[in-house]
């Protein structure tokens, strides 16, 4: 199966979700390329500060996944057009006015590792 160039998964991420609210981090992410699967959530990292996968949910279809319980034998399927929310779980004051770097390392079953880096204004 072919690897999506960098560049189309970045389309994923929602431009201007970025959000800090009540001692959590949040972002949102819309699937508009095509079914995916994610057997990972590994860590994810804005600015400076790193959160592992024990801070890190993923809502969508009204359901709370923790980060935690995504695996192989757990995978989240990421249908077309499927919404959902990264949810960070740690009261870090790690968002800046202005531009803001974030890295997603995510896992999927055919690319394997997947280092995405987006940025977004807050």
């Known amino acids: 199966m072919a690897v999506l160039p960098d560049f189309l998964i970045k389309r994923v991420y929602k431009k201007g979700s970025l959000r800090q609210k009540e001692g959590v981090i949040e972002f949102d992410l819309k699937n508009v390329l095509g ?49 959902g929310t990264m949810r960070l779980l740690e009261d870090v004051k790690c968002l800046k006015t202005g531009l803001n770097k974030i890295i997603l390392e995510i896992m999927n079953p055919e690319a394997g590792r997947l280092k995405i880096t987006l940025t977004d204004n807050l």
Not at 38 to 62: A, M, P, R, W, Y
């Open 35 to 83: 079914p995916g699967i994610i057997s990972g959530l590994e860590c994810i990292q804005i600015n400076e500060h790193i959160f592992s996968k024990d801070v890190i949910t993923f809502i969508t279809g009204g359901m709370e996944l923790l980060a935690t319980k995504v695996d192989e034998m757990n995978p989240i399927h990421f249908r077309l057009n499927q919404e």
